[in-house]
């Protein structure tokens, strides 16, 4: 119902009863009591019903209302009639596409009725009627090539299709194609239309090989080069760049047997990077012809076929270099005899040049020789020995003596090499064995307690064991004592031959031989130490001591030594505290409140007594400023200035002062005084003026003591030797 003004009339309702009766009509549901309201009305009296507000069929397209009628006194009349309001439907919304642009892709090469991609558009109406049936056309398409209706459009659907053959990505890579929508069936009259844009690409396939630029290229490479680009090839591609269409993939056919090089594909550019990975030899080969095909990583397309130019020809020179000499033999090894003597011949230690187009000479020098036992003849590489050659030396390891020897041409530049002369040194019986250990210890009486003996042998088999233990016939005292007897072949046991032996240090000397041919002998002397052993045969500490050779009366004399040196440090240290006992036990002589050192007082000014209280003090100190000096008048003025530096520190006076430290105690204050440069008098220049003709103050030598009663001063003499003039002044009494 396309209502669109206010009040329009609808239906109207009526009851049978009405022709009696007085009655009421109302409508109740949604639009009408319910949201949204009052969208219905109805004539309370007459019963017509009204729409009293435009209707929107996208909002809502129907309405279920009920009508009622009651008496004047609200009592129902008629039962409720249900009423069903239908919005009709009217061309007002325009189809809208989901997107504006669209984006598709399809593969150039692909026959008419390929299917591209699909556009829909929305149209809000009723789609049961014809104004929301939405039809859809191209309008345009762009760009026009190779015609330029290159695709169609399902006019119900929106799929779009290609409709010609030759699409070509190398000519058009993509297509901007125009869609209008319309509604009304698509009648451009009567319907609203839309547009919206589809956007195509064309995507690559491998219709295009790669070509060589040129049937054939060069290069060139320097011998023993390694990892070096000699050459590079050029191609062209149509196809998409850097995508496997496009990427070149290069093979060598032929021309290189020995597999020297291969063909790296350069990313960015796609040429083909001929590099060296084996070494090349000049002197085998001066040239190389090589034969190379070119092809994509991915495969051609269905029906392409490759180009002509899909191989060529690389030839690469090789340039000859100047060689380092080579050892045929490296490490080259001779076997010899230790011990051969120094000018013997080991060996011709040789290098080739494989320079054979150049006319070179080598020379030889050595290079590593630990032991300084070769020398090399310099022209022709022969190996002489200058030292006895010996195995058992530091610089052998496993039987093997190695040097290093240089070769070197005279090419420009000139090249050498390094050659390694491993020399076996076989074992030759050079070595005595000797006598192992060389001291032991053994009990005073015979008993199971004996020594195993052995021996050892810098040489190795068979010029070591087994070996052969043996007394000497001389002296006598030997053999008499001492027995040796066989273990097995290589350990013997040495023990007394006799009941016992005094405890003491023997030397006893036994001859031992090697298997070698000939045998070597060597006499060895064993220090036995004899001592008295306790029930599990080891020695007692006594005993030990004996058997170091010290008699009864050494022991004694040390034991008496130990127990002198010990009684003389018990007897300082009681001295020393005894000592110390009586310096804190001894007490001043005098009574402490007449101690002078507690009696010193200090003041800040003296005065002159009764008579010299007018005397003007300000004439002893030191005036504020030199300009106050130069105004006054003339008289006694000094000008003295104090020295800025840190002051002295004095001695303390110790709490609980000993009568000896008194001396210590006025001395160090003196000292300090004395080197104190910040106590007056001061160390600077002092300016007297005129002393003048007379002065206010009596003559010191009127003063006298006023001390009239007599006082004992013997205790002066206890104070030590500082205080010796006064209690010889004071303590002697009147010698007038």
Same mark, same amino acid.
């Given at each position: 119902?396309?209502?669109?003004?206010?009040?329009?009339?609808?239906?109207?309702?009526?009851?049978?009863?009405?022709?009696?009766?007085?009655?009421?009509?109302?409508?109740?549901?949604?639009?009408?009591?319910?949201?949204?309201?009052?969208?219905?009305?109805?004539?309370?009296?007459?019963?017509?019903?009204?729409?009293?507000?435009?209707?929107?069929?996208?909002?809502?397209?129907?309405?279920?209302? &009920?009508?009622?009628?009651?008496?004047?006194?609200?009592?129902?009349?008629?039962?409720?009639?249900?009423?069903?309001?239908?919005?009709?439907?009217?061309? =007002?919304?325009?189809?809208?596409?989901?997107?504006?642009?669209?984006?598709?892709?399809?593969?150039?090469?692909?026959?008419?009725?390929?299917?591209?991609?699909?556009?829909?558009?929305?149209?809000?109406?009723?789609?049961?009627?014809?104004?929301?049936?939405?039809?859809?056309?191209?309008?345009?398409?762009?760009?026009?090539?190779?015609?330029?209706?290159?695709?169609? !459009?399902?006019?119900?659907?929106?799929?779009?299709?290609?409709?010609?053959?030759?699409?070509? &990505?190398?000519?058009?890579?993509?297509?901007?194609?125009?869609?209008?929508?319309? =509604?009304?069936?698509?009648?451009?009259?009567?319907?609203?239309?839309?547009?919206?844009?589809?956007?195509?690409?064309?995507?690559?396939?491998?219709?295009?090989?790669?070509?060589?630029? @040129?049937?054939?290229?060069?290069?060139?490479?320097?011998?023993?080069?390694?990892?070096?680009?000699?050459?590079?090839?050029?191609?062209?591609?149509?196809?998409?760049?850097?995508?496997?269409?496009?990427?070149?993939?290069?093979?060598?056919?032929? +021309?290189?047997?020995?597999?020297?090089?291969?063909?790296?594909?350069?990313?960015?550019?796609?040429?083909?990077?001929?590099?060296?990975?084996?070494?090349?030899?000049?002197?085998?080969?001066?040239?190389?012809?090589?034969?190379?095909?070119?092809?994509?990583?991915?495969?051609?397309?269905?029906?392409? @076929?490759?180009?002509?130019?899909?191989?060529?020809?690389?030839?690469?020179?090789?340039?000859?270099?100047?060689?380092?000499?080579?050892?045929?033999?490296?490490?080259?090894?001779?076997?010899?005899?230790?011990?051969?003597?120094?000018?013997?011949?080991?060996?011709?230690?040789?290098? #080739?040049?494989? =320079?054979?187009?150049?006319?070179?000479?080598?020379?030889?020098? #050595?290079?590593?020789?630990?032991?300084?036992?070769?020398?090399?003849?310099?022209?022709?590489?022969?190996?002489?020995?200058?030292?006895?050659?010996?195995?058992? $030396?530091?610089?052998?390891?496993?039987?093997?003596?190695?040097?290093?020897?240089?070769?070197?041409?005279?090419? $420009?530049?000139?090249?050498?090499?390094?050659?390694?002369?491993? !020399?076996?040194?076989?074992?030759?019986?050079?070595?005595?064995? $000797?006598?192992?250990? &060389?001291?032991?210890?053994?009990?005073?009486?015979?008993?199971?307690?004996?020594?195993?003996?052995?021996?050892?042998?810098?040489?190795?088999?068979?010029?070591?064991?087994?070996?052969?233990?043996?007394?000497?016939?001389?002296?006598?005292?030997?053999?008499?004592?001492?027995?040796?007897?066989?273990?097995?072949?290589?350990?013997?046991?040495?023990?007394?031959?006799?009941?016992?032996?005094?405890?003491?240090?023997?030397? %006893?000397? !036994?001859?031992?031989?090697?298997? *070698?041919?000939?045998?070597?002998?060597?006499?060895?002397?064993?220090?036995?130490?004899?001592?008295?052993?306790?029930?599990? *045969?080891?020695?007692?500490?006594?005993?030990?001591?004996?058997?170091?050779?010290?008699?009864?009366?050494?022991?004694?004399?040390?034991?008496?030594?130990?127990?002198?040196?010990?009684?003389?440090?018990?007897?300082?240290?009681?001295?020393?505290?005894?000592?110390? #006992?009586?310096? @804190?036990?001894?007490?001043?002589?005098?009574?402490?409140?007449?101690?002078?050192?507690?009696? !010193?007082? #200090?003041?800040?000014?003296?005065?002159?007594?009764?008579?010299?209280?007018?005397?003007?003090?300000?004439?002893?100190?030191?005036?504020?400023?030199?300009?106050?000096?130069?105004?006054?008048?003339?008289?006694?003025? &000094?000008?003295?200035?104090?020295?800025?530096?840190?002051?002295?520190?004095?001695?303390?006076?110790?709490?609980?002062?000993?009568?000896? =430290?008194?001396?210590?105690?006025?001395?160090?204050?003196?000292?300090?005084?004395?080197?104190?440069?910040?106590?007056?008098?001061?160390?600077?220049?002092?300016?007297?003026?005129?002393?003048?003709? *007379?002065?206010?103050? *009596?003559? %010191?030598?009127?003063?006298?003591?006023?001390?009239?009663?007599?006082?004992?001063?013997?205790?002066?003499?206890?104070? +030590?030797?500082?205080?010796?003039?006064?209690?010889?002044?004071?303590?002697?009494?009147?010698?007038?």
């Amino acid at each position: 119902m396309p209502i669109t003004s206010i009040h329009y009339f609808i239906v109207m309702i009526r009851s049978d009863k009405d022709r009696s009766i007085n009655i009421r009509y109302s409508i109740t549901g949604v639009g009408a009591d319910q949201p949204p309201n009052e969208v219905f009305s109805i004539d309370p009296e007459k019963g017509k019903m009204y729409v009293t507000k435009p209707l929107d069929r996208e909002e809502r397209s129907s309405y279920h209302l &009920r009508a009622h009628a009651v008496d004047m006194n609200g009592n129902q009349v008629e039962q409720p009639v249900d009423l069903y309001i239908f919005v009709i439907d009217m061309n =007002d919304n325009r189809p809208e596409f989901k997107n504006q642009v669209y984006n598709g892709s399809v593969m150039e090469g692909s026959k008419p009725g390929t299917t591209v991609m699909t556009v829909t558009a929305h149209d809000a109406d009723d789609i049961t009627t014809s104004n929301g049936m939405v039809y859809y056309r191209i309008l345009q398409q762009t760009p026009h090539s190779p015609i330029p209706n290159m695709f169609t !459009i399902n006019r119900e659907t929106g799929d779009i299709v290609t409709v010609a053959a030759g699409l070509d &990505r190398e000519r058009v890579s993509q297509y901007t194609v125009i869609v209008e929508a319309t =509604d009304m069936e698509g009648n451009l009259n009567f319907g609203l239309s839309s547009t919206a844009t589809a956007i195509i690409s064309i995507t690559d396939v491998n219709d295009n090989p790669p070509e060589f630029t @040129q049937s054939t290229f060069s290069g060139e490479v320097l011998e023993n080069s390694v990892n070096v680009v000699v050459a590079n090839l050029t191609v062209m591609d149509k196809d998409e760049p850097r995508t496997p269409n496009w990427n070149a993939v290069y093979r060598i056919v032929s +021309g290189d047997n020995g597999r020297h090089f291969t063909i790296r594909t350069n990313p960015e550019t796609n040429d083909g990077m001929v590099t060296v990975v084996k070494p090349v030899d000049f002197e085998m080969n001066r040239a190389f012809m090589l034969t190379v095909v070119v092809s994509n990583q991915a495969p051609l397309a269905e029906g392409v @076929q490759a180009s002509l130019q899909y191989t060529a020809g690389v030839t690469i020179s090789v340039k000859d270099v100047n060689e380092a000499p080579v050892f045929p033999d490296n490490p080259k090894m001779v076997r010899f005899e230790e011990g051969v003597p120094a000018g013997t011949i080991i060996t011709t230690f040789a290098a #080739k040049d494989p =320079d054979t187009f150049m006319q070179q000479s080598i020379r030889y020098a #050595k290079l590593a020789d630990p032991a300084n036992w070769l020398s090399i003849n310099s022209s022709n590489g022969q190996i002489t020995t200058t030292a006895v050659l010996d195995r058992e $030396s530091i610089y052998v390891k496993k039987n093997i003596y190695e040097a290093t020897f240089l070769a070197a041409d005279n090419g $420009s530049p000139p090249a050498s090499s390094t050659g390694t002369l491993q !020399i076996y040194l076989i074992d030759v019986n050079d070595n005595a064995p $000797s006598l192992v250990p &060389r001291e032991a210890q053994i009990c005073e009486r015979a008993n199971a307690n004996s020594i195993n003996i052995t021996a050892a042998d810098a040489d190795t088999d068979p010029n070591v064991g087994p070996f052969v233990f043996e007394l000497p016939m001389h002296p006598s005292a030997i053999r008499r004592n001492w027995t040796v007897s066989r273990l097995n072949g290589d350990y013997a046991r040495l023990s007394l031959r006799i009941q016992f032996l005094e405890s003491g240090v023997y030397e %006893v000397p !036994i001859s031992v031989s090697d298997s *070698g041919n000939p045998p070597l002998s060597n006499r060895s002397i064993i220090k036995v130490k004899v001592c008295p052993c306790d029930e599990h *045969g080891d020695c007692t500490a006594v005993g030990a001591v004996a058997a170091a050779g010290l008699g009864t009366g050494a022991i004694i004399a040390i034991l008496i030594c130990i127990i002198i040196l010990l009684s003389m440090v018990l007897l300082f240290v009681v001295w020393m505290k005894r000592r110390e #006992k009586e310096r @804190q036990t001894k007490q001043l002589l005098i009574d402490p409140e007449d101690d002078v050192r507690d009696n !010193i007082l #200090k003041y800040d000014e003296e005065g002159g007594g009764e008579e010299d209280q007018d005397y003007d003090l300000s004439q002893l100190q030191q005036p504020d400023s030199l300009e106050h000096i130069m105004t006054k008048p003339p008289g006694v003025r &000094r000008v003295d200035e104090r020295p800025v530096v840190p002051e002295s520190q004095y001695p303390l006076r110790p709490v609980v002062p000993h009568p000896g =430290d008194i001396g210590d105690f006025i001395n160090e204050g003196l000292r300090a005084a004395d080197n104190d440069p910040t106590a007056p008098p001061y160390d600077s220049l002092l300016v007297f003026d005129y002393e003048g003709s *007379g002065s206010t103050a *009596g003559s %010191v030598s009127s003063l006298n003591s006023s001390s009239s009663g007599e006082q004992d001063y013997d205790y002066l003499n206890d104070w +030590g030797p500082r205080f010796k003039k006064l209690a010889d002044m004071y303590g002697g009494g009147n010698d007038d």
